[in-house]
């Protein structure tokens, strides 16, 4: 039975038994042949690919934009939209597959709605996958560009040591924090 711990790899047997299933065509709710292992929009080259296998997740399981709309979701406090998954439920079928984007888009709508812009977006990966952190940040960048909302991104990466399940190779855990800053802050106050 799948779980919903949405951002662990799939098994060695999972993977196994789903890519067993995979040659009659089947596919279960968390995993099909054409979902691959995307971390901040950018999808890992077919070599990391098969170390790993997707992230085991009701949407694309972009677990890095997950974390960043946390973030804002943290920032802006509001108790209705607590986190993501109180905006988008795993248990959502509208969510199967979904482009993570969309969440980055529904939480970038909300700052906009409020007194706030976003003024910093800081954020540390753990885990296995290897990546272009830059071409990350440029993601990013661009994103929230599309947004009308300009941050200073940095994304570092650390291999977890093998310390932990993301330093195993179980998973990717992903940390961000942002700073939000009224609209209306007049900063002239503030330069000598
Ligand atoms: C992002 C989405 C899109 O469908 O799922 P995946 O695509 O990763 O599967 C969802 O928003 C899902 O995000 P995420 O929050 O990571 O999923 P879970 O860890 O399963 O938690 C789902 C929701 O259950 C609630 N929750 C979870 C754990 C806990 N101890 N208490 C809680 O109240 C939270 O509201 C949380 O947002």
């Not at 890992?44 to 934009?65: C, M, N, T, W």
């Not at 990966?125 to 941050?151: H, M």
Request: glycine letters at 6%.
């Amino acid at each position: 039975m799948a779980t919903t711990d949405s951002h662990r790899f799939l098994t060695a047997e999972e993977k196994k038994i789903v890519e067993s299933k995979d040659v009659h065509e089947e596919e279960t709710e968390f995993y099909s042949k054409d979902k691959k292992l995307v971390i901040g929009g950018v999808t890992l080259e077919e070599s990391e690919q098969k170390k790993y296998g997707p992230f085991k997740a009701r949407s694309d399981g972009d677990v890095l934009y997950h974390s960043v709309v946390n973030a804002l979701l943290s920032a802006l406090g509001d108790k209705k939209a607590r986190d993501i998954g109180t905006l988008f439920p795993n248990t959502d079928k509208a969510n199967s597959n979904r482009n993570s984007s969309d969440f980055l888009k529904a939480a970038s709508e909300l700052i906009q709605a409020s007194n706030y812009e976003l003024a910093d977006l800081k954020v540390m990966v753990k885990g296995k996958p290897r990546l272009d952190w830059q071409l990350v940040e440029k993601n990013l960048l661009n994103y929230f560009k599309s947004q009308k909302l300009t941050p200073d991104i940095h994304v570092q990466a650390t291999s977890g040591e093998e310390m932990d399940g993301a330093g195993k190779g179980l998973g990717v855990e992903v940390f961000a924090v942002c700073l939000l800053q009224l609209k209306t802050l007049d900063q002239s106050k503030f330069l000598a």
